[in-house]
């Protein structure tokens, strides 16, 4: 199964493999959408992600998010998201 995303100025969604499991942490789908998009060369930048039909930002980093789910996700200058979210 695979997570979908999108970035806010992006139309499309990309999709990101859950390695079989129902779901990841937050902080596992950053990991893998930073290595998916070639994000890692820039360290200057936070990602946030939040519910695409609700707008809620998801705060923790170990919500688990289940396949088949999709996200927003907003990348934002480093620094700028609140300690609770890294």
Known sequence: MSIQFKFRS???????????????????LRE???RYKKLNTCH??????????SGA???DENFQIASGSSVIVKRVPAGTVPSATK
């Open 32 to 34: 893998k959408i930073i």
């Open 44 to 53: 200057d930048f936070d990602l946030v992600f939040s519910d695409p039909l």
């Open 10 to 28: 992006c139309r499309s969604f990309d999709s990101v493999d859950t390695d079989g499991r129902p779901s990841i942490s937050l902080r596992e």
């Open 57 to 59: 930002a998801y705060n």
